[in-house]
């Protein structure tokens, strides 16, 4: 039997409520397959820890979770901790340590999926976003120069290397090859006059090499506006760290909301750990009431199954969500329902348990 060691970081707020939602899927999953197992090791980090401590993980935490091929984490950063600190000091640090330089962040609209726009049909939202995912807007670089005085100037400074955009774009090109979709490309040339001329020309560089995919590029403003007036154009969409944060917060809306929204942080050579996560926050708002929609956090699972290479898991987990929505009995409040975090996640694990039920039994 495969023994599957996954590292968990439950982190702040609405984290760990959805997290456990997400770790009774995979443990369904693996007790209903006998060939294989997880192993979960659970780490406290995050804004509590940091209150303890003063510091969001132990020193030698990136050293820790080398151990684990994947990293399960629910959200980071409350208040009371400022969140560049949060986040600089363990989501991001993971995401950079690890050169976890693919974000892949579906949205794809699922039947039964509360959406906001009229006129659409479940085909016409299905893209899938591949976001850079460790340097551009988000290098950390910059300076804070004359604090306080009148002179006072702050930079904060974009990479884009040329390693780290021709990575990317291969990545996606890759990917709307293997999927026979086309491939948008989202920048802002006219105004960010070196990083995004430099994005689009090796975009232009690299698509030479893929003559069978069909291409497009966008300016930022306008494929904003486009995701919601024509969403159906995107298909893969390749974009920047910055831009990709923003834009699939958007598609999140237009796919269900940020409960239903999930994505894989991934170092294709597995030289070190992924990390799956719904892309929401801890929510503040919403944290220790039971309400939150685990989802998204579910939806990261199936991710998590899919690269572990249990494929047909990953895609019976996602009908599973789908199925559940179609149902529209058991959702939480943000889905205009009444259920509990984990009254929605026990119904996800029943129908999964049904449909093996049910493929056994026709065997
Ligand atoms: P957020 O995503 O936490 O919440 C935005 C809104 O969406 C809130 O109204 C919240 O209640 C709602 N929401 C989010 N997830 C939901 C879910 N699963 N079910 C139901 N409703 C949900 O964004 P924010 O409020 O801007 O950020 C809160 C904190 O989280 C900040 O510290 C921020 O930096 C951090 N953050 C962390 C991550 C991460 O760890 N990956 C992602 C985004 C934000
Ligand atoms: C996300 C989050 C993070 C990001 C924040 C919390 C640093 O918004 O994963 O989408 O901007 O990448
Ligand atoms: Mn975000």
């Given at each position: 039997m495969k023994l599957n060691k996954i590292a968990v970081i439950p982190g702040d707020?609405?984290?760990?409520?959805?997290?456990i939602e997400g770790i009774k899927?995979?443990?369904?999953?693996?007790?209903?397959?006998?060939?294989?197992?997880?192993?979960?090791?659970?780490?406290?980090?995050?804004?509590?820890?940091?209150?303890?401590?003063?510091?969001?993980?132990?020193?030698?935490?990136?050293?820790?979770l080398k151990e684990y091929e994947a990293i399960y984490l629910g959200a980071v950063g409350f208040p009371g901790v400022p969140d560049h600190i949060s986040l600089w000091d363990l989501l991001l640090k993971i995401r950079k340590s690890f050169d976890q330089y693919v974000n892949i962040r579906p949205i794809t609209l699922l039947n039964g999926a509360p959406y906001p726009l009229k006129d659409v049909k479940r085909e016409d939202i299905n893209m899938l976003f591949i976001r850079e995912n460790s340097e551009g807007e988000y290098a950390g670089a910059g300076d804070w120069l004359y604090k306080g005085k009148e002179q006072e100037v702050v930079i904060?400074?974009?990479?884009?290397?040329?390693?780290?955009?021709?990575?990317?774009i291969r990545y996606a090109f890759d990917t709307a090859r293997r999927e026979k979709r086309s491939l948008s490309s989202i920048s802002k040339g006219n105004a960010l006059n070196y990083s995004m001329v430099f994005w689009d020309q090796v975009f232009e560089d690299i698509s030479k090499e893929y003559p069978d995919v069909e291409t497009s590029s966008y300016l930022v403003d306008a494929a904003g506006m486009l995701m919601i007036k024509d969403p159906k154009r995107f298909e893969v969409v390749v974009t920047s760290n910055l831009f990709g944060d923003i834009l699939t917060d958007l598609g999140a809306a237009l796919a269900g909301g940020l409960g239903l929204a999930a994505g894989a942080n991934i170092n294709p050579e597995r030289e070190f750990p992924s990390m799956f996560e719904p892309i929401h926050g801890s929510a503040p708002d919403i944290a220790g009431k039971q309400i939150a929609n685990p989802l998204a956090a579910i939806w990261s699972a199936s991710q998590m199954l899919n690269f572990w290479g249990y494929e047909s898991y990953g895609k019976q987990v996602l009908a599973a969500i789908e199925n559940l929505l179609i149902e529209g009995k058991l959702l939480t409040p943000d889905m205009n329902g009444h259920s509990s975090t984990s009254e929605v996640g026990s119904r996800v694990v029943d129908i999964i348990k049904a449909a093996f039920k049910r493929e056994e039994t026709s065997r």
């Open positions: 707020g609405i984290g760990p409520e959805v997290i899927v995979l443990k369904t999953i693996a007790d209903l397959d006998q060939r294989f197992q997880f192993e979960f090791t659970y780490f406290p980090w995050g804004c509590e820890y940091y209150s303890k401590y003063n510091k969001m993980m132990d020193e030698d935490g990136i050293e820790k904060q400074n974009s990479v884009f290397s040329r390693k780290g955009t021709e990575r990317i």
